[in-house]
């Protein structure tokens, strides 16, 4: 049973429009979340993450979003680049147990 | 820091047959993970060690699978033996709790094909 899911397994989306990246999860005791970044051929870096305390964290282009009441939490990325095209996993922990990843979206920013 | 390293990159090799994965975590960190992926199952935890420790390895499909760490800078996974089942993507991370909450840094991964 996968307690982070990712619905959308591929996006399309312009250069210079918002790309929205969805990720559910099926356990509340999970209170940190992040968001991985992965080019072919290469493994999976850190992109964003941020803390159940909160539902809100921004970094530049990135934002991720976190609604807790609706497990649910999303990656904004505004405005898309060529070089956003990846794949994007989401994942989450509760406490110091290890992370639970989602199965990705990979994400095609056409120019 | 050179970042995780994995060997090798690429194995390809024959049903029936031992297969060897390596990693070399960062330098430091306390944590090392190895995970598999497939398109089917996503990214998943075979097992990690804390302190060269074990701690899980609950994700370990099967027997054919163990992985070691003998010491800070080096961890083993090893398949015996193959099957092309096990054909996938293997990845190691590690990381270091004292950097916050759990960030972890992978290698570039070994891409395994069992004929």
């Known amino acids: ?111 | 820091d050179a970042g995780v390293i994995q060997s090798p990159r690429h194995e390809v090799t024959e049903m029936g047959q031992e297969v060897t994965l390596r990693c070399k975590p960062i330098s430091g960190h306390d944590y090392l993970f190895w995970y598999r992926q497939t398109m089917m199952r996503g990214l998943e935890l075979l097992i990690y060690f804390n302190n060269n420790v074990p701690i899980d390895d609950s994700g370990m499909p099967e027997d054919r699978f163990s992985a070691k760490m003998p010491n800070a800078s080096f961890s083993t996974l090893k398949i015996q033996p193959s099957e092309p089942r096990d054909s996938a993507v293997y990845f190691c991370a590690s990381s270091l709790i004292g950097e916050g909450r759990e960030t972890q840094y992978f290698g570039p991964g070994t891409r395994l094909l069992v004929l």
Request: charged share 20%; with cysteine.
């Open chain 1, 1 to 111: 049973d996968q307690q982070v899911k990712q619905n959308s397994p591929s996006l399309s989306v312009q250069e210079g429009r918002i790309s929205i990246l969805n990720c559910d999860y099926t356990n509340s005791m999970f209170d940190y979340f992040l968001w991985y970044k992965k080019y072919p051929a290469e493994g999976p870096t850190f992109l964003i993450s941020i803390s159940s305390i909160k539902d809100k964290n921004e970094d530049g282009r990135f934002t991720v979003f976190l609604n807790k009441s609706a497990k649910h939490l999303s990656l904004h990325i505004v405005p898309s680049q060529p070089g956003d095209s990846a794949v994007y996993f989401c994942a989450a922990s509760e406490g110091n147990t290890p992370l639970v990843f989602g199965k990705g979206t990979r994400l095609s920013v056409i120019a």
